[in-house]
């Protein structure tokens, strides 16, 4: 639980300091030199309680017995974590050599204190060890004789009554009494006083059970109490010390996080990333370290990754099919990026990174039913943080922009959009569209970049490569993709007839007014004859204009 809480505050909170990025690179890399090391620490690790809660709630006077005895068995680990340490070179490690000594004086006392496994309940006693405290084990004694008073009590009373099943038993209510049977409820003595019927037993007790009942109960509770008394000072001992116990639990924690990316690394094969000064990203044959994870019986496609070095975009416009994997490289560089300045290995063959100061979503489509804003608001008011807020140092990763719109508007918006970070903040950009004219801004900006993920059509089908290459996509292929999800057959071939005559017949003026396309363009299965939108225009010609000229 420790390391999963600061593993959790690293992600959160990545470093912007290259030293103390490499401190923990050292760290992981001294840990994958010795896997025996690796082995020994899980082991020691894997059952440590969660020090710093224990630490915490012994502070606020909540911790039970048990917490206590869970805080004793982790605080026992520290010396043999020590001891595996001892020839440990970078920072991190080593700060586990030495174990403060009130906190090995704190753990014999609990040792020596509480039984190993104490009840829940702090009332009923059961909590301190014999030889803690003379009263206490004075206390205990005459229990015990009493106990054996009882005992004889029970042996005599089957003899004098001759009912071999009698019983004597403790109510917590009722106190102490003979269980009798139904059946041999008629041989008790004159002197029994019954105390309580049952549907198959009869509850009696005798005066002189009921005189001694009333001394031993007492005893009981005095000792009950005083074994809460003695907790009590030995919690608000453990909270005394527990700034020492947050302070070793830190450094526990962060060896548990620091072991657990040496061991993915390990065997992910994850790459040590270089850190780089300016802007340059670099990475070679990266992989999505979650999805890889998920394949069965397959193999992760990786892909390669040049941003913000000379000669090599600001900005990636990467087009392609529906379900070819756009989103999840996204994703990736995303996660390669956040997890090189926690400190971590990649998984990559090679990957050099500089610092960032931000990274920047827009992935996926969402709502916000409860403020009342549409999925494109809610796209757009994320798109307008990125564009305030964004910094050459950024980087900056970009799903679909303008696609909850008219065609037309979403197209104007993500062209402005990208470039605005290609032109004026020259943000580390990959921006994934099927908007198709996008390709047009690498002709017009320097710094920007066409990339597509590949399919391959094999007859009637498409095989998706999830391959990144050069060179941008003229498809989306999405009515391929819809076929693969399940569409009627009927659907898909009418879907099919009406592309064919959208593409044929309208065009799109960027930095004029766009003609509209409505079914009246399209025909319908009964007239397979398209009315083109030139028709409509009443016979006039225009040369389709490119791209190009469309946009200024």
Sequence with gaps: AMGGRSLRRWLQQPLLEREAIEQRQDSIAELLGNSELRLCLRRLLRPMGDLERLAGRAGAGTASARDLVALADGLERL?????????????????????????????????????????????????????????????????????????????????????????????????????????????????????????????????????????????????????????????????????????AAVRVARLDVLVGLAELAATQHYCRPTLLEGRAMEIVAGRHPVVEQTLVGGQFSANDLHLGEAGRPDLMVLTGPNASGKSCYLRQTGLLQLLSQIGSYVPAERAQLSLCDRIFTRVGAVDDLAAGQSTFMVEMTETANILHHASSNSLVLLDEIGRGTATFDGLSIAWAVAEDLAERIRARTVFATHYHELNELATQLSNVANFQVTVLEQEDRLVFMHRVRAGGADRSYGIEAARLAGLPSDVVLRARQVLGRIEANSRIAVDGEPEAVGPEAVGSPADPSPRSLRQRGKGKKAAKPTAADRVA
């Design 79 to 247: 010396p043999r974590l020590a001891g595996h340490l001892a020839d440990s070179i970078s920072p991190h490690l080593a700060a586990l050599r030495c174990v403060e000594p009130d906190l090995l004086s704190l753990t014999r006392r609990l040792r020596e204190t509480l039984t190993p496994t104490p009840p829940l309940s702090l009332s009923e006693g059961g909590l301190i060890l014999d030889g803690v405290d003379e009263t206490l084990d004075d206390l205990r004694d005459r229990i015990d004789g009493d106990e054996v008073w009882l005992r004889d009590l029970e042996q005599r009373e089957r003899q004098a009554t001759g009912i071999s099943n009698l019983k004597l038993c403790l109510h917590r209510s009722f106190g102490y009494f003979l269980s009798v049977s139904k059946a041999k409820a008629g041989q008790v003595p004159d002197h029994y006083i019954r105390r309580q019927t049952l549907a198959n037993e009869e509850r009696f007790v005798t005066p002189e059970l009921k005189e001694r009942e009333g001394r031993i109960l007492s005893l009981r509770r005095r000792t009950a109490q005083l074994e809460y008394e003695l907790f009590c000072r030995l919690r608000e001992e453990v909270g005394l010390a527990a700034e020492a116990i947050r302070r």
